[in-house]
């Protein structure tokens, strides 16, 4: 039987393609909530089947999200630098 955490992150997956694929109008309102709901996926997938697994698909999203990552660790490395 397969977890249901492996299924709820494929469809999450198959649906942040699909975002990426739209126009970027459509980016942020629909990509904000995704992005949300990336963090509770891997904190299942840990609990499910193992840390292993959980930093892979964290890497994985970092991939997917890699602006948004880019964006906020130069945000938080200028704030760190500036004390």
């Known amino acids: 039987m397969i977890p249901g955490s492996i ?3 494929c469809l999450w997956v198959v ?3 699909g ?3 739209a126009p970027r109008r459509f ?12 963090f509770p ?3 299942w997938i840990s609990v499910d089947l193992g ?3 959980g930093a892979g698909l964290f890497l994985a999203g970092l991939s997917i999200f890699r602006y948004p990552a880019r ?9 760190v630098r500036r004390r």
Do not use: D, R
Not at 27 to 38: R, T
Not at 71 to 79: E, T
């Open 51 to 53: 840390w292993i697994w």
């Open 27 to 38: 980016h942020k309102p629909v990509g904000l909530p995704m992005l949300l709901l990336f």
């Open 15 to 17: 649906l942040v393609s």
């Open 41 to 43: 996926l891997v904190a």
């Open 7 to 9: 299924i709820a992150t």
């Open 71 to 79: 964006y906020f660790g130069l945000a938080l490395w200028q704030k």
């Open 19 to 21: 975002i990426g694929m």
